[in-house]
């Protein structure tokens, strides 16, 4: 009697497991189809990450951007835990990008070619930590450009540049609502006055990074 509680103990726990392994978000699994030898990954916080995903979409060597959370203290962290300030991340986004077409470098410029590099704890009309700008480095290499960047951007103002300098540790996926808000959602109100005439503004800075029409 006891081996047969044991078994059946044992297969609610295999099955347990079974749900708890295949329970990534459509997100979650398609970031993870992309092959790491082929593609890298970046990651970026800068303001409402659906502008931000947008701007990285539209530049040729970028083959997907997917929005999140990265840069607090907590697991698991939600649209509304995020919002309330208490989780430390930030609306961020995972860039994963052909190397052979476009650099770090570039992904970087980018970065601070798209956002108000001054403003601090936000970004335009939206204000908080969630908001901030954060850059992200994986290596001693990324770490290098950065500095470099900001180094050369800090004597064109007199105020300090605002984006904070991470080591990356982890991106926790935005819920599926969130990703291609932008295209999904073209008449919300947000997107049609301050995502679209944030992405005219990069569209009109940096003409010759965005894909051509055959790249989309």
């Known amino acids: 009697m006891k081996s047969f509680f044991s078994l059946i103990f044992l297969s609610i726990f295999f099955v347990s497991c079974s749900k708890a392994q295949n329970s990534a978000t459509p997100s979650e699994k398609a970031s993870s189809s992309f092959d790491d030898k082929i593609y890298e990954r970046a990651y970026f916080a800068s303001g409402c990450f659906w502008c931000v995903e947008t701007i990285y979409e539209s530049v040729k060597g970028v083959e997907e951007v997917f929005s999140g959370y990265s840069g607090g203290h907590t697991k698991n962290p939600t649209y509304e835990s995020s919002n309330t300030g208490r989780t430390g991340h930030a609306e961020a986004v995972e860039v994963i990008y052909d ?53 050369e951007l800090s004597k064109e103002y007199e105020k300090p540049i605002a984006a904070e300098i991470k080591e990356f540790d982890k991106f926790w996926m935005a819920e599926e609502y969130h990703q291609d808000y932008k295209v999904n959602n073209p008449n919300n109100p947000y997107i049609r006055n301050v995502s679209t005439p944030r992405f005219t503004r990069f569209k009109v800075r940096f003409p010759k990074l965005l894909k051509s029409k055959s790249d989309k």
């Open 99 to 151: 190397p052979e077409v476009v650099t770090f470098e570039t992904l970087v410029d980018v970065y601070f070619g798209s956002q108000n590099v001054i403003q601090q704890n936000g970004q335009g009309p939206d204000i908080g930590s969630q908001y901030r700008s954060i850059i992200f480095y994986q290596n001693e290499d990324e770490n290098k450009i950065i500095d470099y960047k900001i180094d």
